[in-house]
């Protein structure tokens, strides 16, 4: 399995961003898919997270109303929108699959990682 972040870069306070994360090695129709961050000297924080299928998506209260996941089956590609950014959104990304899970906030839950994609927001 592989799962490869792009879309990261910089961006000022208030802005856009689309992060993508392109999945190959298996079908992902039986797995979750988690977006997390991770910024220095902090330990791996929830962001979102949903069912292959479409279903159960759940985000973290600090970016609710903001960040938006979705994902294009025929692409085999998972997003995350993320809008009104602000600098405390500054952290490395990374997407994540969990095998036959309903999408959990907790990292020790996902089976797959990737290499993470850089996000800094100026202020």
């Known amino acids: 399995v592989q799962l490869v972040e792009s879309g990261g870069g910089l961006v000022q306070a208030g802005g856009s961003l689309r992060l993508s994360c392109a999945a190959s090695g298996r079908t992902f129709s039986s797995y979750a898919m988690g977006w997390f961050r991770q910024a220095p000297g902090k330990e791996r924080e929830f962001v979102a997270a949903?069912?292959?299928?479409?279903?159960?998506?759940r985000y973290a209260d600090s970016v609710k109303g903001r960040f938006t996941i979705s994902r294009d089956s025929a692409k085999n590609t998972v997003y995350l929108q993320m809008s009104s950014l602000k600098p405390e959104d500054t952290a490395v990304y990374y997407c994540?699959?969990?095998?036959?899970?309903?999408?959990?906030?907790?990292?020790?839950?996902?089976?797959?990682w990737g290499q993470g994609t850089q996000v800094t927001v100026s202020s």
């Open positions: 949903m069912r292959w299928s479409g279903g159960n998506t």
């Open positions: 994540a699959a969990e095998y036959r899970g309903p999408g959990s906030s907790l990292p020790s839950s996902y089976d797959y």
